[in-house]
Nanobody, 121 residues
């Protein structure tokens, strides 16, 4: 069983930046594809970013391209999501996920509880 714990969410002003962290407990972390998704109130969950285990391949959702950077530290079993130029529409619960064959799909085996990000205008 993999446990994922997100942190770093909070209230941010529009135009600001944030860094989310996801700590994973599993010795296989370094072999997993890791992803970030988000869900705004009343909307479906959507793909934000993903990173392959080797960190050689990264993927971004269209709505965050150019504003987001996903990275991982396999030694710390942690994946990060940095976002800048935040907009109110970036508001939502951000979820970390682990282990998927298709990085941009929701077919991840493990999910965290989520961390709330609120961007004020």
């Amino acid at each position: 069983q993999v446990h994922l714990v997100e942190s770093g969410g909070g209230l941010v002003q529009a135009g600001g930046s944030l860094r989310l962290s996801c700590a994973a407990s599993a010795h296989t972390f370094s072999r997993d594809t890791m992803g970030w998704f988000r869900q705004a109130p009343g909307k479906e969950r959507e793909f934000v970013a993903a990173i392959m285990w080797s960190a050689g391949n990264v993927y971004y959702g269209e709505h965050v391209k150019g504003r987001a950077t996903i990275s991982r530290d396999n030694a710390r079993n942690t994946v990060y999501l940095e976002m800048n130029s935040l907009k109110p529409e970036d508001t939502g619960v951000y979820y970390c996920a682990a282990d998927s064959r298709v990085p941009w799909s929701e077919e991840y085996r493990y999910w965290g509880q989520g961390t709330q990000v609120t961007v004020s205008s």
